[in-house]
């Protein structure tokens, strides 16, 4: 069975740093592109990073709301991907969803473009940052 | 920014009835949009993805339709178990998600 499971949520002071792991489990971990996403307590969902596979380079993307203060890495011989998070906001407060994303290859004029969509989602991870 | 606009916030339905969901994309996006269904306190489960294109698993009572920056998701015959807020999802340039719609028991 396809799994993921993410840990290390939990409560964190304002400015302090938390990294969360999730553990995947059913498939070959490092031939698929993995993201975080978040949701807010009440709110919708919002996209926080992507990491690509090896065989595509490992770089990352990132939102604007988290881009210098978080990093997503991954180590396939562990089938885990990490969010480190470092100056955290009260604003970070949310449930932390990891997922496998699966792409489309679309070739244009020689370019090729990979448009990703996410799969399978863990069941999440809570972090509160509040003083 | 793309941004992504659902449409309605909240939708009051019977179980047989046909329900639609519209999603409007501020540029266009070609076909590359997908339905999410969460339910409280449970993941996004993904329903349909590249607009139309039905995963696996998922009843064919779920479908999808549109291009460019306009998209609908259809239930044909609302069942019980579909009461839950739907999202849907552009992913023609980064990620970015409609603010949602809940499907309530009317």
């Known amino acids: 069975e396809v799994q993921l499971v993410e840990s290390g949520g939990g409560l964190v002071q304002p400015g302090r740093s938390l990294r969360l792991s999730c553990t995947a489990s059913g498939f070959t971990f490092g031939d698929y592109a993995m993201s975080w996403f978040r949701q807010a307590p009440g709110k919708g969902l919002e996209w926080v990073g992507f990491?690509?596979?090896?065989?595509?380079?490992?770089?990352?993307e990132y939102a604007a709301s988290v881009k210098g203060r978080f990093t997503i890495s991954r180590d396939d011989s562990k089938s885990i991907a990490y969010l480190q998070m470092n100056s955290l906001k009260t604003e970070d407060t949310a449930v932390y969803y990891c997922t496998r994303d699966l792409p489309t290859a679309v070739t244009t004029l020689g370019k090729i473009d990979y448009y990703y969509y996410m799969d399978v989602w863990g069941k999440g991870t809570t972090v509160t940052v509040s003083s | 920014d793309i941004q992504m606009t659902q449409s309605p916030s909240i939708l009051s339905a019977s179980v047989g009835d046909r329900v639609t969901i519209t999603c409007r994309a501020s540029?266009?996006?070609?076909?590359?949009l997908a339905w999410y269904q969460q339910k409280p306190g449970k993941a996004p489960k993904l329903l349909i993805y590249?607009?139309?294109s039905l995963e696996s698993g998922v009843p064919s009572r779920f479908s999808g339709s549109g291009s460019g920056t306009e998209f609908t998701l259809t239930i044909s015959s609302l069942q019980p178990d579909d009461f839950a807020t739907y999202y849907c999802q552009q992913y023609n340039n980064y990620w970015a998600f409609g603010q949602g719609t809940k499907v309530e028991i009317k």
């Open positions: 590249k607009a139309s």
């Open positions: 540029q266009s996006i070609s076909s590359w």
């Open positions: 990491i690509r596979s090896k065989a595509y380079g490992g770089t990352t």
